[in-house]
């Protein structure tokens, strides 16, 4: 198994944001992105990539993040990710998440290889695999993932049938089933592949 070198996330002279996204990839809702400030003081945090970890576990670490650190939480509209493409999307709901902090001088660490555009007040530097590499943006992942799960599991009750707390909006066998059988709903992503070519002129079922 491959490892990653840790961050060094404390070197900075400010106090540190960890921003991440989740739901890039999938076929349906909205992607969501948070962001959390951990204490600098506390030398070793268990954190690690949300995906690394059962839902159980992320569950009680999403509530112990929440209750003891700076965190929020924003997202970007399915018709967001259809006009903008779910890369500058996913920008945009991790603008979203570090502006409603609202700790403008922070340095924010960004998962991934972009920066977050149009970020102003704030320092920038990008993390690749950054939820395995840096606490904060750990942690961001695992509240960023609990959030949207929940959101889509409430998306199960408005639009039945679709199975959405069973495959949360990704791309597995099921859903692509579903779509096939019962065609796009309200809140999936018109533009991706998997999608487009289920809808009709009548658009997305209701």
């Not at 650190?69 to 493409?85: G, K, M, P, R």
């Not at 065609?183 to 487009?196: A, E, N, Q, W």
Request: hydrophobic share 40%; glycine share 6%.
């Amino acid at each position: 198994m491959k490892t990653y070198e840790p961050f060094e996330w404390r070197n900075y002279k400010v106090p540190v944001i960890g921003v991440d996204e989740v739901g890039r990839g999938c076929l349906a809702g909205p992607v969501f992105a948070a962001a959390v400030m951990l204490d600098l003081d506390i030398l070793e945090y268990p954190y690690t990539d949300s995906k690394k970890i059962s839902e159980k576990q992320r569950n009680i670490w999403s509530d112990e993040i929440k209750n003891k650190f700076i965190w929020s939480v924003a997202f970007a509209t399915v018709e967001e990710i259809d006009e903008l493409n779910i890369l500058n999307a996913s920008l945009l709901a991790m603008n979203r998440a570090v502006v409603a902090l609202n700790k403008p001088g922070s340095h924010v660490l960004v998962d991934g290889n972009q920066k977050i555009k149009n970020l102003e007040g704030y320092e920038q530097t990008t993390v690749v695999k950054g939820d395995l590499r840096a606490s904060p943006i750990a942690a961001a992942s695992i509240v960023a993932k609990v959030a949207r799960d929940e959101h889509i599991k409430k998306m199960d009750e408005v639009y039945p049938g679709y199975e959405f707390s069973k495959h949360k909006g990704y791309a597995t066998s099921l859903h692509k089933e579903v779509i096939k059988a019962k065609g796009p709903s309200p809140i999936h992503r018109l533009s991706f592949k998997g999608v487009k070519e289920f809808v009709t002129p009548a658009g997305p079922a209701l």
